[in-house]
Structures are given as C-alpha cells and as structure tokens.
C-alpha cells in the first residue's frame, strides 16, 4: 500500500552543524511533499514544502529536495539552532487518495549548545 | 481569529462510551482534517473534508464517523470506544491543497484532545 519511510528516526546535532531528514515514498504518482515541525507538546506547523515540478526549494536555512526517479525527498537545515529541537515530520499526497496526506513516523532532532 | 478550536482538550472514556470530539475554524477554510497521533507513529488521517457536505475516509476511518454540515465545523464522532482509539487526535484546516502557493497549502492545526479509552 501507500508508504513514506523516514530517516533517521533520532538525530542529535551540535549548534551550527547541518541536519539532513529523508524520506522516500512508494506511489511515483505523488506529487505534493510537505514538512511539518512540531514541538514538544505542540501542534504540527508547515515549514516548507514542494511540488512534484519543482527540484528543490529553499527558505531561509531550511531546504528540500525531490529525486523524483528514486522517489525520495529530504529537508536540510543549515546553521542548527537549540529552537530547531522537534519532532520533524514528512508527508506526501498520494494519487488516490483525494487531498490526503501520507505521513511519516516522525525524526526527533536534538540539537545541544 | 481564534484559527482552529478543539475541545474538549483531554477525555477519558470507558470502554463502549461514544463522545464526540468538537473542531471549529474562523478562518473560512474549505478543508478540514482530523489525525490521530500514537506515540512514535506520525500522523494517520482519519477523515477530511473538501467542503461544507463532502466528506471523505482517510487512512484510519474504521470506528469513526464525521460529518461537515457547515464550513466552520467538522466533528468526529465515536461510537463504541476501543483501547486502540487512546491517542492524540488533531483537527486541522487549510484553504487550499497542492496549491502553487504554500501559504494555500498550510495546514492549521488545533490544540490536541488527548483521549483515553480504559
């Protein structure tokens, strides 16, 4: 069935270092790829996303990428902060299933100062 | 605006009780989500609406029920609470969906109700 797989589940940083959070999905028809942060207690929040026309997107120190031949996609946030600590998770809209979104397990980043 | 309302914020149920968990938006969003959240699990959507008497099954439906006679509203209902239904559950709205607009594309979350079937 429809699947997003990501990785790693837990990554811990220092202050400064780069993150990276991949994702691949199962339907090559997808075509809309969202991530959502949410902290500690907290409701999720989009942070970026990108459509299946677009390679990569950037905003700020946050980017995502789409390889749409391996059906894989990542986040990059550049310069981590201590506030960049939360649950990241990734979605992505599968052909069949309207406006629905599949999400992925989640990756606990940890950053320390 | 208040965004998206969800109440109660925390329910403990017996097993076979029903209740039905309460969302209401003010932003004027077509769309409507409502997630369960298991620890380590993400998110699984449940049921969504495209707008005001459309709904449709996500992918954990079975047990619930929802319907979406106004814009602003988009209850869940269950029926026969089950151990498996403890969880976090979220509802959610945005006003569009794959737009080429991310601020279309957002999806405004509520507060949580944390629910547990005992």
């Known amino acids: 069935g429809e699947n997003v797989e990501q990785h790693p589940s837990t990554l811990s940083v220092q202050e400064g270092d780069s993150a990276v959070i991949k994702c691949t999905y199962s339907d090559s028809a997808s075509n809309y790829f969202p991530w959502y942060k949410q902290e500690l207690g907290k409701r999720p929040q989009l942070i970026i996303d990108?459509?299946?026309?677009?390679g990569e997107k950037k905003d700020q120190r946050i980017a995502v990428t789409l390889n749409k031949t391996a059906k894989h996609f990542s986040l990059h946030i550049t310069e981590t902060q201590p506030e960049d600590s939360a649950v990241y998770f990734c979605?992505?809209?599968?052909?069949?299933?309207?406006?629905?979104?599949?999400f992925g397990k989640g990756t606990t980043l940890s950053v320390s100062s | 605006n208040a965004g998206v309302t969800q109440t109660p914020k925390f329910r403990i149920l017996k097993i076979g009780q029903s209740m039905t968990l309460q969302c209401t938006q003010d932003?004027?969003?077509?769309?409507m989500y409502w997630y369960r959240q298991d620890p380590g699990m993400g998110l699984k959507l449940i049921y969504y609406?495209?707008?005001?008497?459309?709904?449709d099954k996500g992918e954990v439906p079975n047990g619930y029920n929802v319907s979406r006679s106004t814009t602003e509203d988009f209850p869940l209902r269950l029926e026969l609470a089950a151990p498996s239904q403890t969880s976090v559950y979220f509802c959610?709205?945005?006003?569009?969906?794959?737009?080429?607009?991310?601020?279309?594309?957002?999806?405004?979350f509520g507060a949580g109700t944390r629910l547990s079937v005992l």
């Open positions: 979605a992505a809209k599968f052909n069949q299933a309207g406006t629905a979104l599949i």
């Open positions: 990108i459509r299946s026309n677009v």
């Open positions: 959610a709205s945005s006003r569009g969906f794959n737009s080429g607009s991310l601020a279309k594309n957002i999806q405004y």
């Open positions: 609406s495209v707008g005001a008497g459309i709904t």
């Open positions: 932003m004027n969003h077509n769309y």
